[in-house]
Nanobody
Framework: QVQLQESGPGLVKPSQALSLTCTVSRGSITTNNDYWSWIRQPPGKGLEWMGA???????YYSPSLKSRTSISRDTSKNQFTLQLSSITPEDTAVYYC???????WGQGTQVTVSS
C-alpha cells in the first residue's frame, strides 16, 4: 500500500507563504496515470480540493486558489510540495496529500495561521 506523509510548519503568520511537503513511500509519484493532490479541511467545514500534480508533472489548480497556489515535485526524493502564498487566518485547516489511484491519503497536518 502506498503511504503518504505530510510535513511542514504547524503555525504560520498571516501574509507569509506556506510550504508543505508530501513524502511518498511504497510507490512512485511517476507511476503512469496517477494524480497526486492536496486537499484541506478548515475547522467546521468540508473538504476542499486545492490542486494536483500528475505522474508526468502537469499541474491543475482549484480556480478559487489558483492565484495563490503552486504544486511542484522532486522525483529524486519522491516528494511533491504545496506552496500557498499570501495566507490569512482563513487558510487555517488540516492539509492532506492524497493519491487518486488507490485513494490513499496522508494522515493530515494541522496548519494554523495566526500572528
Amino acid at each position: 500500500q502506498v503511504q503518504l506523509q505530510e510535513s511542514g510548519p504547524g503555525l504560520v503568520k498571516p501574509s507569509q507563504a506556506l510550504s508543505l511537503t508530501c513524502t511518498v513511500s511504497r510507490g512512485s509519484i511517476t507511476t503512469n496515470n496517477d494524480y497526486w493532490s492536496w486537499i484541506r479541511q478548515p475547522p467546521g467545514k468540508g473538504l476542499e480540493w486545492m490542486g494536483a500534480i500528475t505522474y508526468s508533472g502537469s499541474t491543475y489548480y482549484s480556480p478559487s486558489l489558483k492565484s495563490r497556489t503552486s504544486i511542484s515535485r522532486d522525483t529524486s526524493k519522491n516528494q511533491f510540495t504545496l506552496q500557498l502564498s499570501s495566507i490569512t487566518p482563513e487558510d487555517t485547516a488540516v492539509y492532506y496529500c492524497t493519491r487518486l489511484c488507490g485513494g490513499d491519503w496522508g494522515q493530515g497536518t494541522q496548519v494554523t495561521v495566526s500572528s
